[in-house]
Each structure stands twice: as structure tokens, then as C-alpha cells.
């Protein structure tokens, strides 16, 4: 027969609490904290022990568990700004992503623009920076878009360029113009 001992009963009594937590909709990271910390120092006796126990807890669950934290702090970040817009009065908004399908003919674009000598920045140092270092990529279809994991340092703004192409682009298929036609570039 198995022996149930105080390590197992605190450890049910932790689990149950961060149960009730998450039910209340309230954040389990102190529960789960303070039951690893209570965990360790009945096993060992020592609370340095579990201090470092939970040390080591710690830094398992970001080594592993960071991409997901990532990924759900940009879906809850994305939720709150549509709701804001909404708030707002925006009616529409439309979300663009860095893969080929979003930025390739952008990429195309921006290159034939580049190799023309057609596009200014205003000497800007920072866009200049960030396109030293850009590495793009080529699919099979001739699409160009930004590597990310290649490139040497940020390239956000290049990135944020080719959407902002992409969009003009698309605003010009569907009006058969470009507002500049019309009119010159507005400076803030």
C-alpha cells in the first residue's frame, strides 16, 4: 500500500488552490510560487533548499514555456487594441503578417524601388541602420520578404515599410490611382 505523506497532501492542497484561483479568474504565478517554496522545504527541511528549488522552477518554466507566454501576450495585446479601435470608432482594421503570402510582391516592390533609386527616407539613421541589417529571403515564386531569425540586428522599420507598401499597394489596385497623384507626401 502507498503511503501518503505531508509532501503529497500539500502538494494536492496547492493544486487545488491554484484550481479555485483560476476559477476566480485571478493569476496563479504567486499560488504556484508559494506551493513550490512550501513543497521544497517540507522535502528538504531547508529554506534555502527551497528558495532554490524554486529558483530552478522558475527558470524551467520560462526556458520552456516562453514561446506560449509570447504568443498569448500578443493574441491578448491584438484583442485589447481591436477593442480600443471598436471604442473609437474605427470600422475596420486589417492585420498584416510578415510571411511571403502578406510581404512578398511587397518585397519585390520594395527592391524595384530601392535598385531604382526611387524610394526616400529623409537620410533617416535609423531605417538606414536597420536595412544594413536586413537579410531577406526568396521563396521558389520570386516573393522577397525580411529574415527575421537571419538578420543581424532589428529591422522592425523595414518591416513596417513593407506593410506600409503593401497597403498603399492594395489602395491603388482597388482605386486604380495613388493618392499621390494628387497630392505631395504629408510630414508631421
Keep these: 500500500m502507498v503511503e501518503l505523506t505531508a509532501a503529497h497532501w ?17 493569476d496563479t504565478p504567486v499560488v504556484c510560487i508559494v506551493g513550490s517554496f512550501t513543497l521544497a522545504w517540507v522535502i528538504t527541511g531547508d529554506v534555502v533548499k527551497a528558495v532554490q ?3 530552478n522552477a522558475v527558470s524551467v518554466a520560462f526556458g520552456e514555456l516562453l514561446g506560449t507566454v509570447l504568443i498569448i501576450s500578443l493574441i ?3 484583442a485589447k ?31 524595384r524601388l530601392v535598385l531604382g533609386r526611387k524610394l526616400a527616407h529623409g537620410d533617416n ?5 536597420m536595412a544594413d541589417n536586413l537579410i531577406a529571403r526568396t521563396d521558389p515564386a520570386g ?21 506600409g507598401l503593401g497597403w498603399a499597394m492594395r489602395k491603388q489596385t482597388e482605386t486604380g490611382h495613388s ?4 497630392r505631395d507626401v504629408r510630414r508631421l
Design 81 to 111: 487594441m481591436l477593442e480600443e479601435c471598436g471604442l473609437a470608432g474605427v470600422r475596420g482594421v486589417i492585420i498584416i503578417s510578415a510571411g511571403f503570402k502578406e510581404v512578398g510582391e511587397e518585397g519585390v516592390e520594395l527592391e
Design 143 to 163: 516573393n522577397i520578404k525580411p529574415d527575421k531569425e537571419r538578420s543581424k540586428e532589428k529591422i522592425d522599420g523595414i518591416v513596417a515599410l513593407l506593410m
Design 53 to 55: 528549488a524554486v529558483f
Design 125 to 129: 539613421p535609423v531605417l538606414t541602420w
Design 10 to 26: 500539500i502538494y494536492a492542497l496547492f493544486i487545488i488552490l491554484v484550481l479555485v484561483t483560476m476559477a476566480m479568474r485571478k
Design 179 to 182: 493618392v499621390y497623384d494628387s
Design 76 to 78: 491578448v495585446s491584438m
